[in-house]
C-alpha cells in the first residue's frame, strides 16, 4: 500500500510538472485530459485536480515546501552508508 501511494504521488507530480504548470495561461488546454493519460483518468477528476493545483491552499503548501527545500544544507544522497561522507 505504501509504495501504491509512492506512485500515485509521483503520477501527480509528473502530470503537474508536464502539463499543468506547461498550459497555465491555457484554459483549454487544461479543460482536456492528455492523451496518454485518457484511458486512466475521468473527466470528473481531471476537473478537481486541475481546479486543486490552481487553488490558494496548493500554492501555499508549494510555496512553504519550496522554501523548506531552499533551506537544505546537504542534498538527499544516502544510500546504505547514511552520512558516512561527512565523518
Partial sequence: MNQLGNL????????????????????NKLAKIPKQYRFMVEQTDWDNFVAYTQSDKFKDVSK?????????????QLGCDGYSYLR
Avoid: Q, T
Fill in 8 to 27: 500515485l504521488r509521483n503520477f501527480r507530480g509528473k502530470v503537474y510538472a508536464g502539463h499543468i504548470v506547461l498550459n497555465l495561461g491555457k484554459p
Fill in 64 to 76: 512553504s515546501r519550496k522554501e523548506a527545500r531552499s533551506k537544505y544544507v546537504y542534498d538527499h
